[in-house]
């Protein structure tokens, strides 16, 4: 005579059944909660990516352009530095000689992330992409003008043409890498 109720090999199946099930649910969503993770990361560096050439670009535009210079940095003198000056006052078509209606911006990279640097009596330094930067050059071409002096004779003088800015952003997932460049011709 059968009693009702399940067996103990019934129960065990069904058991083993729910922790598969349990296992697979617990595998699917993990996976999902990590690739969610590194989305956000992804977005998050390129958001910075776009603010930054968005940044650069808008501030070549509005900067003085006989003033836009590639030098080299001040202390770190292996490595080059944008500096361009913007002006205060909207108004300001010409820079002082002594740069006082304007702000200083200088642009480098250090190491492996980007500095922006404003000066206006103070300095504030910016760092973006830290630790994500694995290559920031500065590249240049000059062209050769005529300009004329007081006293109506003409010089020959090299001035920047363009200004191109390549770096490429190691995003530290899955092994995505990417290049990106700003150019900026001159006007004159």
Do not use: C, W
Request: proline fraction near 1%; glycine fraction near 2%.
């Amino acid at each position: 005579m059968r009693k009702k109720g399940f067996t103990l090999i019934e129960l065990l199946v069904v058991s083993a059944i729910l922790l598969i099930l349990l296992e697979a649910g617990y595998s699917f969503f993990i996976n999902n909660y990590r690739v969610l993770q590194e989305e956000k990361k992804k977005a998050y560096i390129e958001s910075q990516v776009k603010s930054f050439m968005d940044y650069v670009m808008q501030s070549l535009q509005m900067a003085y352009q006989e003033d836009i210079a590639v030098k080299k940095h001040d202390i770190h003198t292996d490595k080059d530095e944008l500096v361009i000056y913007l002006p205060k006052e909207n108004s300001e078509i010409n820079l002082a000689q002594d740069k006082s209606n304007a702000y200083k911006i200088e642009i480098y990279s250090l190491e492996d992330e980007i500095y922006i640097t404003k000066t206006n009596g103070v300095s504030l330094n910016k760092i973006i992409l830290d630790g994500n930067i694995e290559d920031f050059r500065i590249e240049t071409q000059t062209e050769k003008i005529n300009i004329q002096k007081p006293d109506g004779t003409f010089e020959e003088e090299d001035v920047l043409k363009y200004i191109e800015i390549k770096f490429t952003v190691d995003y530290k997932i899955r092994d995505i890498k990417r290049d990106y460049s700003i150019k900026y011709n001159i006007r004159r």
